[in-house]
């Protein structure tokens, strides 16, 4: 997949959507991809470096996927393969285009590319949000509302009132930033614990 598949393996030994290339179905409608005869090029940069590429055919019911991928250190190799599409009933009198894994044929809005492009429950991926600890949950809501009031992400950052809203919402606000610091404050204490027992135990084992 123009040198990405292979992924990142986390601390569970199990990948995250995030380690994998994401073609997304409604997408590829807004940009024209699904009108059949269309032939269209999807690209994935990370920061500036391009990362994956894949060229895309559209027939009636259908797209037709060429790219190349490989895994770990083994050649690359040439892929084509065909994924359903099928439209249903959506809102406004649209019409709504759902992916079906070339796998298991379950319809879906996204495929996710390793070796091949698969629906997320085939290749057996996650979702970055559930390899999160009590605390990296805690700190990503207390940064969102950082955030929707005007500040900037960042441990024990406290955002001033925005002007014009009340001060009990404010308030209410705030106070689920500091109980979501708190958690925060209690999962850095109990890995602080773990890390002084581990680094005991090494040092008794080195002298005994």
Not at 35 to 43: A, H, K, N
Not at 68 to 73: E, H, L, Q, V
Request: proline share 4%; with cysteine.
């Amino acid at each position: 997949m123009g040198g990405y598949g292979s992924g990142g393996w986390n601390r569970t030994g199990r990948l995250t959507t995030s380690d994998a290339l994401r073609l997304d179905v409604n997408s590829l409608n807004r940009s024209g991809a699904l009108v059949p005869g269309r032939y269209s090029t999807s690209t994935w940069t990370r920061g500036a470096e391009p990362i994956g590429a894949i060229n895309i055919s559209a027939a009636e019911d259908s797209i037709t996927l060429v790219y190349r991928s490989r895994t770990g250190d083994q050649d690359w190799a040439d892929n084509r393969e065909r994924v359903r599409v099928s439209w249903e009933p959506g809102g406004f009198g649209g019409q709504r285009p759902f992916f079906h894994c070339p796998d298991c044929t379950r319809r879906v809005l996204q495929l996710y590319g390793l070796r091949r492009y698969l629906c997320r429950h085939c290749h057996g991926l996650c979702y970055p949000s559930q390899r999160e600890c009590d605390s990296d949950r805690a700190q990503r809501r207390a940064n969102r509302i950082r955030v929707e009031l005007g500040g900037e992400p960042g441990w024990r950052n406290i955002p001033s009132r925005p002007k014009g809203m009340h001060r009990r919402t404010y308030d209410r606000l705030i106070n689920k930033i500091i109980v979501a610091d708190a958690v925060t404050d209690d999962g850095a204490v109990r890995l602080l614990a773990r890390l002084q027992t581990s680094v005991q135990k090494g040092a008794r084992g080195f002298w005994s």
